[in-house]
């Protein structure tokens, strides 16, 4: 069973930044794919972004230029640096891990952020 928590959610400033990480029970180099969604309450659950075992990441166009996905093999977390953030991107984050293109993803329970002033 794969296990994923997310950390580095919190409130910021309209403008500001935040970092998350989702760190896994196993080794991230299990994964094809690892990436983000986001949730606020009485909204559709929103993909972010998500990065490939080859390197090739993907932007939802709402984050795109503001948000970088990337694995760290070191520490073995997969983490979202946010900038710029505006108060449309108050949610929880959640991040989920695929093995293969076929195989299910697996969650972690989020972490919120809020973009206030």
């Known amino acids: 069973q794969v296990h994923l928590v997310e950390s580095g959610g919190g409130l910021v400033q309209p403008g500001g930044s935040l970092r998350l990480s989702c760190a896994t029970s196993?080794?991230?180099?299990?994964?094809?794919?690892m990436g983000w969604f986001r949730q606020d309450p009485g909204k559709q659950r929103e993909w972010v972004a998500q990065?490939?075992?080859?390197?090739?990441?993907n932007y939802a166009e709402v984050v795109k230029g503001r948000f970088t996905i990337s694995r760290d093999t070191a520490k073995n977390t997969m983490d979202l640096q946010m900038n710029s953030l505006k108060p449309e991107d108050t949610a929880v984050y959640s991040c989920?891990?695929?093995?293969?293109?076929?195989?299910?993803?697996?969650w972690g329970r989020g972490t919120q952020v809020t973009v206030s002033s």
């Open positions: 989920y891990a695929q093995r293969s293109p076929q195989a299910i993803r697996n």
């Open positions: 196993g080794s991230i180099s299990d994964f094809w794919a």
């Open positions: 990065i490939i075992i080859s390197g090739i990441t």
